[in-house]
């Protein structure tokens, strides 16, 4: 499946508890540019074939607490949670979070893009 993920890096750091989306528009969000700093955005693969999966309740992040499943390191033995999140301007999308060394294998980064110069 293609994903992305959004920063302000010219460059995706694989990590335990990256966060992907399908959704352009809040991708978009998460890669705006900030602090003087560029936005960017990321284009991933990502082959969920092999890999564990456990949808999380379909509102899975607390806005008020702002907690999303996996903040707490407990990811009940899944490759990768699957939930509904939000941008901080509120924008709903779903998230891919992935959680172990298998998840984070079965991604390829395809393409980065700068969205704008520093602010």
């Given at each position: 499946?293609?994903?992305?993920?959004?920063?302000?890096?010219?460059?995706?750091?694989?990590?335990?508890?990256l966060?992907?989306?399908?959704s352009?528009?809040?991708?978009?969000?998460?890669?705006?540019?900030?602090?003087?700093?560029?936005?960017?955005?990321?284009?991933?693969?990502?082959?969920?074939?092999?890999?564990?999966?456990?949808?999380?309740?379909?509102?899975?992040?607390?806005?008020?607490?702002?907690?999303?499943?996996?903040?707490?390191?407990?990811?009940?033995?899944?490759?990768?949670?699957?939930?509904?999140?939000?941008?901080?301007?509120?924008?709903?999308?779903?998230?891919?979070?992935?959680?172990?060394?298998?998840?984070?294998?079965?991604?390829?980064?395809?393409?980065?893009?700068?969205?704008?110069?520093?602010?």
């Amino acid at each position: 499946m293609r994903a992305y993920h959004g920063n302000h890096e010219s460059a995706v750091v694989l990590h335990p508890g990256l966060c992907l989306t399908e959704s352009d528009d809040a991708v978009r969000e998460y890669g705006r540019p900030g602090y003087h700093r560029p936005g960017w955005v990321h284009t991933l693969e990502l082959d969920l074939d092999a890999l564990g999966l456990i949808i999380v309740a379909m509102d899975g992040y607390d806005h008020d607490a702002n907690v999303a499943p996996g903040d707490d390191g407990d990811y009940c033995g899944a490759d990768v949670l699957v939930y509904d999140d939000e941008t901080d301007t509120g924008r709903r999308h779903g998230t891919y979070r992935l959680m172990t060394p298998a998840a984070l294998a079965a991604v390829t980064v395809t393409g980065s893009e700068r969205t704008a110069e520093d602010e």
